[in-house]
């Protein structure tokens, strides 16, 4: 009942390699990794590590060291330039999707390319206020110290992003490290080699080709580049490769900020809720970039006794959508690459759960209709990992309380989505699940508001980004003191050796810290 509707069945090859790349299929394994210094680097035989490579890491790292970076006005105008790239490219990228993903171009404009034109903007006109030192509140006989917290940068970061959203994935990141002072290189993903093509192209033009650079490849490239010792590093894919990342900057101690996806669940409560607005939102937001999205809505959770009437909603919506054109439709993409759509077929055929909504596939344009299932139980191959693609499942349960069950026996997700008007419902869900965001009454739409942190939390990923908070994730707060000497008579007790006149004078002052009351004291 699983099985597609078009198109003999194909099932994934046992032995084909995935990319670095893909937020869901299972990778190869890299090579261990051995902490390598830019020094060693030049033992290494010129086959197993590019001296391009090395050659831009080294320049990153002397445009750090020589402050270039450093200025605000410099940092500025690399963000004015990275704006000026968009705006003045906007075909060439829309193009490139469509080669890549037949992504819509109203999708490339308001999804990837207006997101971060109007993020780079802000980013620049807050600089000054994000990177002012902070003076902090301390007692009196402290002040003197003038004790503040330095925003400096961390230094050379590398950014490792994805397919699905080339542009917003790629330039989030880059967007903070510009704003925060740091150099980086892009590692973009070679299953959109026309974006990432555009990329490399691109940078060299508007950015300053001294502290940004764009390296292009495959697996083998970036295990070279996961060699070298970077100041952070940030990853957006599956949590396979996430494990390769981590254990890379594990052996140099580098920080890593991961946004890995996960299965985003989406919990109806029929009893306050407009099923049919519900319907129409979910399925957009299935549909949307072919459900190629992280924080796409994975599968429903509703009760079993409202299950018809939402399925009867989403079909109403279909019909609205135009699904039964979608195969040939410019207002849907494709999946991405061969590889992803055959283990999107795969997963549909082997599912026992009954297709209610599309079904269809055209394995020449790598097109699936955005496809409902029914009554999926647990077990089914659409629910053993994130499906990333145009295919939702619904899971009955016996009420909202089920619900909160099932998400908990699961890893957390980014993002957890729910439809209720009921209070209790909304503080439940708050209160007793875990995930990266929670978004009540839609869907991706927290995506679009700029002042969010945007985060997963356990198999979803650590680290936090989006404008300040990707500012701040490449930013060392360091802690200043500035003691006077004038401060010697002061400070002198405690130098050796301790008489009962000093151990006097330091109790007294220790004494003079107000302690909390203990619960004996307050009963």
């Not at 009867?312 to 279909?318: G, M, N, Q, Y």
């Not at 004494?511 to 909390?516: M, N, S, V, Y």
Request: glycine letters at 6%; charged letters at 20%; aromatic letters at 8%.
């Amino acid at each position: 009942m699983g099985r597609p509707r078009s198109g003999s069945s194909v099932s994934v090859r046992t032995n084909e390699i995935p990319s670095a790349y893909s937020t869901q299929t299972p990778l190869r394994s890299m090579p261990e990794f051995k902490v390598t210094t830019a020094e060693e680097i030049d033992t290494h035989d010129a086959l197993t590590f590019s001296a391009s490579y090395v050659q831009a890491y080294r320049t990153l790292q002397a445009t750090f060291r020589a402050g270039t970076t450093r200025p605000l006005s410099w940092r500025k105008h690399q963000l004015n330039q990275l704006v000026l790239m968009l705006r003045e490219n906007v075909e060439v990228l829309v193009q490139a999707f469509a080669t890549d993903l037949r992504k819509p171009r109203l999708e490339v404009l308001t999804g990837e390319v207006g997101p971060m034109v109007r993020r780079a903007t802000q980013s620049a006109a807050q600089l000054d206020e994000w990177a002012k030192d902070e003076r902090v509140q301390v007692p009196d006989w402290q002040r003197a110290w003038s004790p503040t917290v330095l925003k400096r940068p961390k230094g050379v970061v590398l950014v490792i992003s994805p397919w699905n959203f080339p542009i917003f994935l790629s330039l989030q990141p880059i967007i903070g490290a510009i704003a925060a002072g740091c150099p980086a290189v892009l590692k973009p993903s070679e299953i959109g080699p026309a974006v990432s093509s555009v990329l490399a192209d691109l940078f060299p033009k508007y950015l300053d080709p001294s502290a940004y650079r764009v390296v292009n490849g495959g697996v083998a490239e970036t295990t070279h580049l996961l060699k070298l010792k970077w100041d952070h590093i940030t990853y957006t894919g599956n949590g396979t490769v996430a494990r390769i990342v981590a254990k890379a900057a594990a052996e140099h101690l580098t920080p890593v900020t991961l946004e890995l996806g996960g299965k985003s669940p989406v919990v109806i409560d029929p009893n306050t809720t407009n099923l049919k607005i519900a319907a129409k939102r979910v399925l957009w937001g299935k549909s949307a970039n072919a459900g190629q999205i992280c924080v796409a809505p994975d599968y429903v959770l509703i009760p079993r006794s409202a299950q018809d009437a939402f399925i009867d909603a989403i079909k109403e919506a279909a019909v609205e959508f135009h699904l039964d054109d979608a195969l040939a439709s410019d207002s849907y993409g494709s999946i991405v690459s061969e590889g992803h759509f055959k283990r999107l077929r795969d997963m549909m055929t082997k599912s026992s759960a009954e297709i209610v909504v599309g079904g269809n596939t055209d394995e020449e344009k790598r097109r699936i209709t955005p496809t409902i299932y029914r009554d999926v139980k647990e077990g089914d191959s659409l629910l053993q990992g994130e499906i990333f693609g145009p295919i939702l499942p619904i899971v009955p349960v016996d009420d909202v309380r089920q619900a909160i069950e099932y998400i908990n026996a699961h890893p957390h997700p980014l993002v957890l989505y729910a439809f209720t008007e009921d209070p209790e419902i909304k503080q439940a869900l708050r209160d007793e699940t875990r995930s990266g965001g929670i978004h009540f009454n839609d869907v991706l739409q927290h995506m679009a508001v700029d002042e969010l942190p945007f985060s997963g939390i356990g198999e979803s990923g650590y680290g936090v980004q989006t404008l300040k908070y990707t500012y701040d994730e490449y930013t060392h707060l360091r802690s200043s003191v500035d003691i006077p000497l004038a401060a010697e008579p002061y400070l002198s007790v405690r130098y050796p050796p301790y008489t009962p006149a000093t151990t006097q004078a330091l109790g007294i002052r220790a004494g003079a810290i107000e302690t909390p009351a203990t619960h004996a004291e307050v009963s």
